[in-house]
């Protein structure tokens, strides 16, 4: 596609629940990451892909947040038990390669989360 | 480690006056430095970026910034602020092996009339 599009773009669930984000790079990135943005904040990492496989999720808080990305394109974030704390804006971006750390990521619009 | 400090999370700036936005990082190693906005409800948008190619990186809608090893400073200007450069402004960093990049705190411009 033309952008990285992100849905949902918002999601209200209650504490407990479990949700799913999804997020469709731009066509022919193979590298894909995930952000959490918290209000007042700056991004924040969480996970990085570069084709199927998590090249780096140091980013993720806890055990109850996992993503796959099974066939190298569109990939999901899954956050299980939601928490309060958990609300906050998730961003995917993907970039061409990962290889440099110069590569220019593209961000999508965000997914909102509240947990109530 | 890396890590990327934005001096003022609010700045107000009149219309056609300079615009100063500060950043300041940590690395071990050269750094990859970037700045993005965020205009309301959008995604962030790339500025411009430093790759070690000229210390003076010019990006777009006029802004520009300086990389200053010695200072290790990536500061980022504009001559005259329009009301559109109205939006939240965020720092990164990333080194050489690592690939996501980390952000500052983010700074908010304000541009009155």
């Known amino acids: 596609g033309a952008g990285v599009s992100q849905t949902p773009s918002n999601k209200v669930t209650e504490k407990g629940k479990y949700v799913e984000l999804r997020c469709d790079p731009i066509s022919g990135h193979t590298a894909l990451y995930w952000y959490r943005q918290s209000l007042g904040q700056g991004p924040e990492f969480l996970i990085y892909?570069?084709?199927?496989?998590?090249?780096?999720d140091s980013g993720l808080p806890n055990d109850r947040f996992f993503a796959v990305r099974p066939e190298g394109s569109v990939s999901t974030l899954k956050i299980q038990r939601t928490e309060r704390g958990d609300s906050a804006v998730y961003l995917c971006?993907?970039?061409?390669?990962?290889?440099?750390?110069?590569?220019?990521?593209?961000f999508g619009a965000g997914s909102r989360l509240t947990v109530l | 480690a890396q890590s990327v400090t934005q001096l003022g999370s609010h700045v107000s700036v009149s219309e056609g006056a300079l615009v100063l936005l500060r950043c300041n990082y940590s690395?071990?190693?050269?750094?990859?430095l970037f700045w993005y906005v965020q205009y309301p409800n959008q995604g962030l948008q790339l500025l411009l970026k430093?790759?070690?190619?000229?210390?003076l990186v010019k990006g777009i809608n006029g802004f520009e910034a300086e990389f200053k090893k010695s200072e290790t400073s990536f500061h980022l200007t504009k001559p005259s602020a329009h009301m559109s450069d109205a939006a939240e402004y965020f720092c990164a960093v990333s080194e050489t092996g690592r690939r996501a990049l980390t952000f500052g705190s983010g700074t908010r411009l304000q541009v009155q009339p």
């Open positions: 971006a993907s970039s061409r390669t990962g290889v440099s750390g110069a590569n220019v990521l593209t």
């Open positions: 430093y790759t070690s190619a000229a210390t």
């Open positions: 892909f570069q084709g199927t496989g998590a090249a780096d």
């Open positions: 690395s071990s190693v050269p750094p990859y």
